[in-house]
């Protein structure tokens, strides 16, 4: 698996944009796929995931209602639908793929249980 984010930009408060996680190497399966960020000097922080079999979603607090992840099977991308842009969304956002099968019994939101990470896009929110 050979993740690679796209679509990050300057934007201003209130906008929307969409971010792609595209998988060059094989397809994904039934694992989870998410989106972090990771704003300077803060902590990698969970955003989003899908599970890649059911479509399954969840969020984390902060983009909730304004955020959408969703899958393009054909396509083999995971997107991030960013609606109602505020400036504490800046951040280099992160696409990555869980590291088991994902059975929608726990929702992973940790770093650690997700792999083959791929290189972020940077995403500027100005107010």
């Known amino acids: 698996v050979q993740l690679q984010a796209s679509g990050g930009g300057l934007v201003q408060a209130g906008d929307s944009l969409r971010l792609s996680c595209a998988n060059s190497?094989?397809?994904?399966?039934?694992?989870?796929v998410g989106w972090f960020r990771q704003a300077p000097g803060k902590e990698r922080e969970f955003v989003a995931a899908?599970?890649?079999?059911?479509?399954?979603?969840y969020y984390g607090d902060s983009v909730k209602g304004r955020f959408t992840i969703s899958r393009d099977s054909d396509k083999n991308t995971v997107h991030l639908q960013m609606n109602s842009l505020k400036p504490e969304d800046t951040a280099v956002y992160y696409c990555?793929?869980?590291?088991?099968?994902?059975?929608?019994?726990?929702?992973?939101?940790?770093?650690?249980?997700?792999?083959?990470w791929g290189q972020g896009t940077e995403l500027t929110v100005s107010s």
């Open positions: 899908i599970g890649w079999t059911g479509g399954r979603t």
């Open positions: 990555a793929m869980g590291r088991t099968t994902w059975s929608g019994s726990y929702y992973y939101q940790h770093p650690k249980d997700f792999a083959s």
């Open positions: 190497g094989r397809t994904f399966s039934s694992e989870v």
